[in-house]
C-alpha cells in the first residue's frame, strides 16, 4: 500500500503563485513516477506534470509548459508541484497520484497511475 497526502492549495489572485506538496508514505520503494493532475467542475480529469523519482524524466501538459515545475525529494518522499502565472483556467481540485512502472515515456493517462491523494482545491480568482 502506498499512501498519498497532497497539501498547498488554497485561493490566489491571477498572476500568483501557489506551490503543491505529495508526500507519499508506505511501500514507496515500488513507486517510479509521481503525476499531478487535476479536475475542474464539469469537466474530465486532466493531466498536469510528473516525475520520475529519479528525476531525470519530467513531462508536462502544454497548458502549464513555462509557468508550472514539477520536481521531487528523494529523501523526503515528496514531490512539488510549483505553480507561477496563475490564472483562472488553472482553477481545479489537484491530484497526486504515483505509477507503478516506468518505460521510458512519463506516463500522461490517469489509468496508469493506481494510488491517488485526496486533492487539494486551488482557486484562481480573476
Known amino acids: 500500500q502506498v499512501q498519498l497526502v497532497e497539501s498547498g492549495g488554497g485561493l490566489v489572485q491571477t498572476g500568483g503563485s501557489l506551490r503543491l506538496s505529495c508526500t507519499a508514505s508506505?511501500?514507496?520503494?515500488?513507486?517510479?513516477?509521481m503525476g499531478w493532475f487535476r479536475q475542474a467542475p464539469g469537466k474530465e480529469q486532466e493531466f498536469v506534470a510528473a516525475?520520475?523519482?529519479?528525476?531525470?524524466?519530467?513531462n508536462y501538459a502544454d497548458s502549464v509548459k513555462g509557468r508550472f515545475t514539477v520536481s521531487e525529494d528523494n529523501p523526503k518522499n515528496t514531490v512539488y508541484l510549483q505553480m507561477n502565472s496563475l490564472k483562472p483556467e488553472d482553477t481545479a481540485v489537484y491530484y497526486c497520484?504515483?505509477?507503478?512502472?516506468?518505460?521510458?515515456?512519463?506516463?500522461?493517462?490517469?489509468?496508469?497511475?493506481?494510488?491517488w491523494g485526496q486533492g487539494t482545491q486551488v482557486t484562481v480568482s480573476s
Open positions: 497520484a504515483s505509477a507503478p512502472r516506468f518505460s521510458g515515456v512519463v506516463p500522461t493517462r490517469g489509468n496508469e497511475y493506481d494510488y
Open positions: 508506505g511501500r514507496t520503494f515500488s513507486r517510479y513516477v
Open positions: 516525475v520520475t523519482w529519479s528525476g531525470r524524466d519530467r
